[in-house]
């Protein structure tokens, strides 16, 4: 088994995920069997009682467990089934170290974070790494293990540890590190820095880790002074200082990184029985990338819902309708609405913003209402359906969106009074108004693309 560690420094979100899930898909590409392991160092047990505000969508697996949206990522680009279990949070293996303890596991030792938590994060890695997650249930020959957060988090120190350990144990042949940072480009001299890169590496060594891939996130392509710079003072060679600068989509980083020679490096680095042929499945994800890039015809779809602030909080949909938009050669503007700047009492309070919302809404090609929690927004949600019902456009309604579609009809065309108080979609484990977002799987692309065939004639 080998494994490659993606850790990240200066700022989070720098788009360790993207990286993680585009290193699997060029080692896929070449016939590995990949998979895709997520460390996130907060206490909670999963991510199923999260804000959407405090780390975007909950991600459902086939298992039902509620994760990280990274491992959404995995599973698109990889084309995976991934457990409950690639995803290891600090609360699931305090609860699994505690569990022991009380069963008398460790004999009356004292039960300590160095070896107990650090035994315990490399135990669990291990295990899942040999989980099958391809549809020939065959064991992987490559982890991706994403460590969240940023180095030098107190969240993140026993997994820092717990894999400088791991180094020795699985030997270096087996085992490397990609660290991914930010190359600020200050718009007064644009200029770009490496300082911030070069005190993260320097903080990452001093943990006991050393990078062999340093991907550079940068909004233009790193300029070969400023790759020799981070070559020099980070102790490694120009070829593994590797750019990942802002691209048009997020399914051109494999190519970036493809054309950069990460697989050759990797290949000599681990060892890895790599073959020369060509690869397929690079040649069709580069004809899918170009053709994003030539679109013409365009449509937008208006998304209404209750946590458009942030738009990974719907990070499934999107990438959904972007799929299917993509499949039938369409461009794809997404205009979020918050729902209840939709609703009369906005008209009263905030006039300026009613008018915005409606004026958005009424100019989309088509109409769709995610799921969500709570009385909050409904009545905006509501008012979006019975206008697209009546004015005929193009309606998807997912979860509590399709809930709200059945109580305008119920209400509107029935005439049945008291609808209002028809069953809203409520949390099993009794979340508040804004605490948490179950996101389904939205396994419906077969749906979107007939859904989008409006807009072809």
């Known amino acids: 088994m080998k494994y490659i560690l993606v850790t990240g420094g200066v700022i989070s979100g720098i788009g360790k995920g993207i990286i993680a899930s585009s290193v699997g898909t060029i080692l896929k590409s070449c016939g590995l069997h990949v998979t895709a392991i997520k460390i996130d160092p907060y206490i909670n ?59 008398g596991d460790y004999l009356g030792k004292t039960v300590q974070v160095v070896p107990h938590i650090t035994d315990a994060i490399q135990e669990w890695v291990v295990k899942q790494a040999k989980v099958p997650v391809d549809d020939d249930d065959v064991e992987p020959q490559v982890c991706v293990i994403e460590l969240g957060g940023t180095v030098g988090d107190i969240e993140s120190m026993p997994f820092i540890e717990a894999f400088r350990q791991f180094q020795f144990k699985v030997k270096r042949e087996n085992f490397c590190n990609i660290h991914v940072s930010l190359i600020p480009q200050p718009s007064a001299t644009g200029e770009q820095k490496t300082k911030p890169t070069q005190n993260s590496v320097r903080e990452l060594r001093g943990l006991g880790l050393s990078p062999d891939l340093i991907m550079c996130r940068c909004s233009t392509a790193l300029e070969n002074s400023v790759k020799e710079k981070i070559s020099m003072f980070c102790h490694v060679e120009p070829e593994q200082v590797i750019c990942v600068h802002d691209v048009s989509s997020i399914y051109k980083v ?161 005439g049945w009074t008291g609808t209002e108080g028809l069953p809203l979609c409520r949390s099993r484990r009794g979340r508040g108004e804004d605490g948490g977002h179950r996101a389904r799987r939205y396994r419906f692309k077969k749906s979107l693309t007939c859904y989008f065939q409006v807009f072809k004639g």
């Open 254 to 414: 494999p190519l970036l990184l493809e054309k950069q020679g990460v697989v050759g490096y990797l290949s000599r680095r681990l060892d890895m029985p790599i073959g020369t042929r060509p690869r397929r499945m690079l040649t069709k994800w580069k004809e899918m990338s170009d053709r994003s890039d030539r679109l013409l015809e365009h449509c937008s779809i208006a998304l209404v819902g209750k946590y458009t602030k942030f738009s990974d909080s719907y990070a499934s949909v999107i990438k959904a309708l972007e799929h299917s938009a993509l499949a039938i050669s369409h461009k794809l503007e997404v205009m979020y609405i918050d729902s209840a700047s939709l609703e009369p009492s906005t008209l009263q309070d905030e006039p300026v913003k009613y008018h915005e919302a409606w004026q958005k809404l009424c100019s989309a090609d088509g109409i769709l209402v995610p799921g969500g929690f709570g009385v909050r927004g409904t009545e905006g949600k509501i008012h979006a359906i019975n206008w697209a019902r009546k004015q005929k456009k193009p309606f998807l309604g997912v979860c509590l969106g399709m809930q709200l579609a059945v109580c305008e009809f119920a209400r509107n065309i029935l």
């Open 45 to 103: 047990i999963d991510a199923g009682t999260f804000s959407p505000y405090e780390h975007g969508e909950v991600f459902v697996l086939d298992d039902g467990g509620e994760v990280d949206l990274d491992l959404g990522n995995y599973e698109r680009f990889l084309d995976i089934r991934l457990t409950r279990d690639n995803n290891l949070t600090t609360g699931k293996i305090y609860q699994s170290v505690i569990n022991k303890e009380r069963r």
